[in-house]
């Protein structure tokens, strides 16, 4: 079963927090807004957003697939081929980050088993290879070695939720107290194999829907009434890869924190 692959032009932005530092993602009007500032380290290439839906070849008309079938079907292939990607989930979809570089080559690797769109003025177009890679080829590298990290699973537990967005001024000072006083990162701070608790706050905002991971213990900050998550109200663990954060080429991600 082949599902369509969208290459997204939407209004992104996710501010993360760890115990080591803040990580922003913004979409290019947003980058623009930014101050320059000597204390903010921006990553150098362009990313390109893709979401894997079925049922439909437009995001507002298909469903999500979920990141245990993107993990294996995307990432895998992607990782054989040595592309790096950005692994963006929220309370509504997953999102997968490439390069804007090696589009060619996400589009060679996976278009035999996706339909590949992208989106051009809120219309779903289909990209072929030929489009994408211009005679360019595959990446021919051999596969690298498996590398082996520790992994932490520490105790906290996290909870992935939304709220309406008209609802925002009512948390306003709540969430800028998570974001950057009670939840901020120490200067200096590294994390402790045997810490029972991390630190992780995240929060999206993407065409105007609004997604929030957070520990129980911030959870209890916020209006229980405003918050809304799954029916069965499930709660997630986070398994940390690695002492020291691994960068992009080590896990082809930019984190090294899943839920």
């Known amino acids: 079963q082949t599902f369509p692959i969208l290459t997204c032009t939407s209004s992104t932005s996710n501010l993360s927090i760890t115990p080591e530092n803040y990580t922003v993602v913004l979409d290019e009007e947003g980058f623009k ?31 999500a697939v979920g990141v245990t079938k993107i993990a294996k079907s995307v990432i895998a292939p992607l990782a054989e081929q040595h592309v790096s990607v950005f692994m963006l989930s929220t309370y509504q979809t997953d ?17 035999e088993e996706f339909n590949i769109f992208r989106e051009e003025g809120g219309e779903s177009v289909p990209v072929h290879s030929q489009d994408a890679c211009n005679g360019l080829q595959r990446n021919g ?26 609802t925002l ?54 209006p229980a009434d405003l918050l809304f998550t799954s029916s069965s109200g499930e709660l997630w663990r986070m398994a940390r890869i690695g002492g020291q954060p691994l960068g992009f080429g080590e896990l082809h991600s930019p984190s090294d924190t899943f839920f």
Request: glycine share 4%; with cysteine.
């Open 33 to 63: 807004e930014l101050q320059p500032s000597e204390h903010l380290q921006v990553e150098g290439s362009t990313w390109l957003p893709l979401n894997v839906v079925s049922n439909g070849n437009t995001s507002s008309s298909s469903q």
């Open 95 to 111: 999102f997968i980050l490439v390069r804007e570089k090696d589009l060619s080559v996400v589009v060679e690797t996976l278009v």
């Open 141 to 166: 590298r051999e596969v690298p070695h498996a590398t082996v990290h520790p992994v932490l699973i520490p105790e906290n537990q996290f909870c992935v939720m939304s709220l309406d967005p008209d």
């Open 169 to 222: 001024p009512a948390i306003a000072t709540t969430l800028i107290d998570v974001l950057f006083y009670s939840n901020s990162p120490k200067e200096g701070a590294s994390v402790d194999q045997d810490m029972k608790c991390i630190k992780f706050f995240s929060f999206s905002l993407i065409d105007g829907y609004v997604s929030l991971v957070m520990d129980t213990e911030a959870q209890r900050q916020f």
